[in-house]
Every structure is written in C-alpha cells, then in structure tokens.
C-alpha cells in the first residue's frame, strides 16, 4: 500500500496541476502520507510544501533512517490529540501540534480527526500529551521490543488485542486492568477457536507480558494523571 501511495504521489506531482503540495493523512492515511513522501525521488520531494499526519503511525526502523526521510522531515508537520496513543506507534517525528480534543480521557474515540478542537487561528494546541498518552506508549513500547521477536507477531497479536477491546468496548487501557480475567476469558473467546493448545498457551504467556508491562506503570499513571486532570480538565469539570 505504501508502493502504490507513492506511485500515486510522484503522478500528482508529475502532472503539474499543483502548484503547491500538501501531503495530508489521518491514521493509516497519515503513515501512507508520511511514507509515500519518503520514498519518492528528491526531485518530487522538492516540489512538496508540507506534509500532515493526523494521529498516524510512524515509520519502520529503516524507513526512518532512510536518506528520503532524512530530505523530507524538516516539511512534516505531526498533529496528535492530547490523549493520543495510535500516533505514538512506531517511529515518530516529534509532534509538530499537540491539540486538546474530547471527549477527555478517551484515547480511541480522540483518535477521531473530529474529535479535534479548533479555535478562530487554527488548532486549539496545548503544551504536551498526556500522562495516560505516555503511559500508554511506554508500556506498549516496552512489550513489543521486548517480547514479540518478529514484526508479524506484532501485528498479529496487536490486531488481536484491538478486536477484543473494540468487542467489549473498551474505552482506555486501565479498563483492562480492573478486570484482566475478563480481558483474557474474552481474548480466548473471540480467538481461541483459531489456534491449537500450544498456540493458546503461547498467547496466555504473551497476554500476561502484554498486561504486566501496564500494570507495573499504574501506579505512576494514577498519579501523574490525578494531578494532569486537575491542572487541565479542571476548569472544565
């Protein structure tokens, strides 16, 4: 998909009908926006004025060290809400905006570019993520350098992980921890007639690691987060 982006992208620019190029994308849309712009010749890349991933993961380890990437970040404006979490995934730029969103304390529904506030000069910015932003990242970062060996075990178990929490609705990841049997019991459900007892046992172990990398950063989270939400939401409680 990433090919067939920036195929597309050196076309639009080839055909001249742009005077100005803006690469912009939300979510996936964002990492084909970023990619596709990195992997064009320089000579397209200079006709590009800026490019935007809202709330979009980042690249791979070699795409990020790429000599593309390298002519093309100074033009990369990053925009992720303040509980953002699907935008800190993989490598990053630095978070050119960081914009207040609602509804608050929710990283899967601010993942909605109109979740986004604005004011009359543009993004409603604020100063950084927040605590539950970077708990999240931490702890997810964490468990995938250090106990998925593979970027397919990544994927698959992520993919996995996210279909449970959208089946139970889940709305941030310390709902998991109040009741991680339930997460597990439900994990199985959906997806145990998939695999064989070795498998199964093999996704117990990894759940445990998964939950584990959380939940030995809860007691930070809570504290951080108690004080952020006074000194940010507060005025709007």
Not at 28 to 35: H, R, S, W
Not at 131 to 155: I, K, N, W
Not at 160 to 180: G, Q, R
Not at 193 to 216: A, H
Request: glycine share 4%; hydrophobic share 35%; aromatic share 12%.
């Amino acid at each position: 998909s990433q090919d067939i982006a920036a195929d597309f992208l050196k076309e639009s620019i080839e055909s001249g009908r742009y005077k100005n190029v803006y690469v912009c994308g939300h979510s996936k849309g964002g990492n084909l926006a970023l990619a596709s712009a990195c992997k064009i010749d320089k000579k397209y890349q200079k006709k590009i004025t800026n490019v935007f991933p809202i709330d979009a993961p980042g690249l791979s380890e070699s795409m990020f060290k790429s000599e593309g990437r390298e002519r093309i970040k100074d033009k990369v404006v990053t925009i992720v809400p303040v509980d953002s979490f699907i935008g800190t995934l993989l490598l990053t730029e630095k978070a050119s905006h960081v914009v207040k969103a609602y509804p608050k304390n929710d990283i899967f529904a601010q993942h909605s570019v109109f979740a986004l506030e604005t004011i009359e000069t543009g993004l409603y910015d604020v100063e950084d993520r927040s605590p539950l932003s970077y708990y999240v990242e931490d702890s997810v970062e964490e468990f995938l350098s250090t106990t998925l060996a593979t970027f397919d075990e990544r994927r698959e178990f992520v993919d996995e992980v996210f279909s449970v929490i959208d089946a139970m609705e889940f709305k941030n990841f310390d709902e998991i921890f109040k009741n991680p049997t339930s997460f597990v019991t439900k994990f199985l459900f959906l997806n145990g007639d998939k695999y064989d007892s070795q498998k199964k046992k093999k996704l117990l172990s990894t759940l445990k690691e998964f939950i584990g990398c959380f939940t030995k950063r809860l007691p930070k989270f809570k504290k951080d987060n108690e004080e952020f939400q006074k000194r940010f939401w507060g005025k709007d409680e």
